[in-house]
C-alpha cells in the first residue's frame, strides 16, 4: 500500500512521523462514516456503493479508531 501520511495522533493506527501503520485503510464519505457500525471497514470496501462527495470536507476515514478503544478489532483491520 502506499505510504498515507495522516496526522490524527490519537488514531490507535498512527505511528510518528505522522504515517499511518494500518495494513488497509477505508477513505469514504461522511454519511457513510456517520451510519455504517466499526465493522464496515478496509475488508469490505469491494462491495461498498460509490459515494461521491464535493469537497475534502466531505470525506474522512473509516478505519479511525482511538487508540484505547475496544473496538480496535471490530474491522479486520491491523498494524503492519
Ligand atoms: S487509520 Fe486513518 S485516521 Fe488512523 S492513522 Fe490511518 S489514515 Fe490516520
Known sequence: M???????SN????KNGNI???SEIMVTSDSVG???PDSFDAPKASTAPETPVNSCMETCCKTFVASNSQAVQADRVYRK
Open 2 to 8: 502506499a505510504r498515507i501520511h495522516c496526522s490524527v
Open 11 to 14: 488514531c490507535h493506527y498512527w
Open 20 to 22: 499511518c501503520d494500518a
Open 34 to 36: 456517520n451510519t455504517m
